[in-house]
């Protein structure tokens, strides 16, 4: 996998398994990979993976069982639709605002585009 | 498991390669070390290994002192040098000769890597080409299961698709009794699989951190514009503008750029081992 600059790796991770969460790839209850699998596909030290599950399971958005490894949470969707949210709003709204100011877009014009784009993909 | 005090070591007496360093390494991880051409680091290895005798200090591989190359020592650890000696016998020979050293040696596990990495166990080790060498001794050395590996560049010589399969294998065998210890100078290879990074100039060890205790406490960012000089430990130019590491002050965890953290180190040793010390 590659990663992105300006975001920590196991972040990065949690972001992808949250994609994955989304597509619905992984449904509630399902088991999620063992920390040495995840690593070994990504080509990353395993102590990263394990941050991230420690990460996603503050979120609540896996659980463990004991010696069962991990799973999705029953209401993971909606957990992750909360944080990627918050990420969001945090992170990939400053970047777009910056776009938008630095090339003199207007939010009129942002509104006619965003409905034609609703319209077309929805 | 590896616990270094105080440690000299020098060629001659006058021209120490380094003085008083210490070093802790833990089980169950894959450390990274560090280091421009002339550092010391394949003398670190070679004393950790038992290959050189240090010439003040101490040097204990769980409880052992490598100079003294008891049996009891040498059967815990595996040292894959940059520069292969390799005897004219293939792989299998190679298995029948020196195996039986390594108590834990796993013929199952050489099997599995040398198929992975697809080498040819039946060819002469000597009629190989050197990608083709440094895998067949870096799946030996890892089916040897000793709690200490030791490898001195391994990625040199590799060609693409085979450092993703050494990242791949690397991942899946390093367990909680063992250290895996890697010098490299090839840092894009290993950026996402070595952690804890060990960073050694000027005759000691200027950092021993994992990546996430570095995220903590620096920042990498790409910026337009070098603001608030007097904070930035380092930046360098590029096309895209400049590359920086900056005390981390807002709590956000940026990603590790071990190329600067690397140049930050050596621009700036004291503030940096003030930094992680």
């Given at each position: 996998?590659?990663?992105?600059?300006?975001?920590?790796?196991?972040?990065?991770?949690?972001?992808?398994?949250?994609?994955?969460i989304?597509?619905?790839q992984?449904?509630?209850?399902?088991?999620?990979?063992s920390v040495r699998?995840l690593?070994?596909?990504l080509?990353?030290?395993p102590?990263?993976?394990?941050?991230?599950?420690?990460?996603?399971?503050?979120?609540?958005?896996?659980?463990?069982k004991?010696?069962?490894?991990?799973?999705?949470s029953?209401?993971?969707?909606d957990?992750?639709?909360?944080?990627?949210?918050?990420?969001f709003?945090?992170?990939e709204?400053?970047q777009f605002?910056?776009a938008?100011?630095?090339?003199?877009?207007d939010?009129?014009?942002?509104q006619?585009?965003?409905?034609?784009?609703?319209?077309?993909n929805? | 498991?590896?616990?270094?005090?105080?440690?000299?070591?020098?060629y001659?007496?006058k021209?120490?390669?380094?003085?008083?360093?210490?070093?802790?390494?833990?089980?169950?991880?894959?450390?990274?070390?560090?280091?421009?051409?002339?550092?010391g680091?394949?003398?670190?290895?070679?004393?950790?290994?038992g290959?050189?005798?240090?010439?003040?200090?101490?040097?204990?591989?769980?409880?052992?002192?490598?100079?003294?190359?008891?049996?009891k020592?040498?059967?815990e650890?595996?040292?894959?040098?940059?520069?292969?000696?390799?005897?004219?016998?293939?792989?299998?020979?190679?298995?029948?000769?020196y195996?039986?050293?390594?108590p834990?040696?796993s013929q199952?596990?050489l099997?599995?890597?040398?198929?992975?990495?697809?080498?040819?166990?039946t060819?002469?080790?000597?009629?190989l080409?050197l990608?083709?060498?440094?895998?067949?001794?870096?799946?030996?050395?890892l089916?040897?299961?000793?709690p200490?590996?030791?490898?001195?560049?391994?990625?040199?010589?590799?060609?693409?698709?085979?450092?993703?399969q050494f990242r791949?294998i690397?991942?899946?065998?390093?367990?909680?009794e063992?250290?895996?210890?890697?010098?490299?100078?090839?840092?894009?290879d290993l950026?996402?699989?070595?952690?804890p990074i060990?960073?050694?100039?000027?005759?000691?060890?200027?950092l021993?951190?994992?990546a996430?205790?570095?995220?903590?406490?620096l920042?990498?960012?790409t910026?337009?514009?070098?603001?608030n000089?007097e904070?930035?430990?380092?930046?360098?130019?590029?096309?895209?503008?400049?590359?920086?590491?900056?005390?981390?002050?807002d709590?956000?965890?940026?990603?590790?750029?071990l190329?600067l953290?690397?140049n930050?180190?050596l621009e700036?040793?004291?503030?940096i081992?003030?930094l992680?010390?």
């Amino acid at each position: 996998m590659e990663f992105r600059e300006n975001q920590a790796i196991y972040l990065q991770i949690a972001e992808l398994i949250c994609e994955r969460i989304l597509l619905k790839q992984w449904a509630s209850e399902d088991k999620v990979p063992s920390v040495r699998e995840l690593a070994v596909q990504l080509e990353v030290n395993p102590n990263t993976v394990m941050r991230t599950y420690d990460f996603l399971e503050q979120k609540g958005i896996i659980f463990t069982k004991r010696g069962m490894g991990f799973f999705v949470s029953t209401d993971a969707h909606d957990k992750v639709t909360e944080f990627r949210r918050e990420e969001f709003l945090q992170n990939e709204l400053p970047q777009f605002f910056k776009a938008i100011h630095l090339l003199g877009i207007d939010f009129s014009e942002l509104q006619n585009r965003f409905e034609a784009f609703k319209t077309e993909n929805y | 498991m590896v616990s270094i005090h105080n440690l000299g070591f020098g060629y001659s007496k006058k021209k120490p390669v380094f003085e008083g360093l210490n070093l802790e390494l833990q089980t169950g991880n894959v450390y990274g070390l560090l280091g421009r051409n002339g550092a010391g680091k394949s003398s670190l290895l070679r004393n950790i290994a038992g290959l050189l005798t240090p010439t003040s200090g101490q040097c204990t591989v769980k409880g052992h002192t490598p100079h003294l190359r008891q049996p009891k020592f040498l059967q815990e650890l595996f040292f894959l040098p940059e520069e292969l000696h390799i005897p004219p016998i293939s792989m299998k020979e190679f298995v029948s000769v020196y195996a039986v050293f390594y108590p834990n040696f796993s013929q199952n596990q050489l099997n599995e890597y040398l198929k992975e990495f697809e080498v040819d166990s039946t060819a002469r080790l000597t009629e190989l080409s050197l990608g083709q060498k440094k895998k067949a001794l870096i799946s030996f050395a890892l089916a040897t299961n000793t709690p200490l590996l030791i490898m001195d560049e391994p990625t040199n010589g590799l060609d693409i698709p085979s450092k993703s399969q050494f990242r791949k294998i690397i991942a899946s065998s390093i367990t909680n009794e063992r250290v895996i210890l890697i010098s490299t100078h090839q840092v894009r290879d290993l950026e996402s699989l070595i952690d804890p990074i060990i960073i050694m100039d000027n005759r000691e060890v200027l950092l021993n951190a994992g990546a996430d205790v570095i995220a903590e406490k620096l920042s990498f960012k790409t910026v337009q514009q070098v603001t608030n000089h007097e904070k930035v430990l380092y930046s360098e130019h590029s096309i895209r503008g400049f590359g920086i590491v900056i005390p981390n002050e807002d709590k956000s965890y940026t990603k590790v750029d071990l190329e600067l953290l690397f140049n930050a180190a050596l621009e700036k040793p004291q503030v940096i081992k003030q930094l992680f010390n």
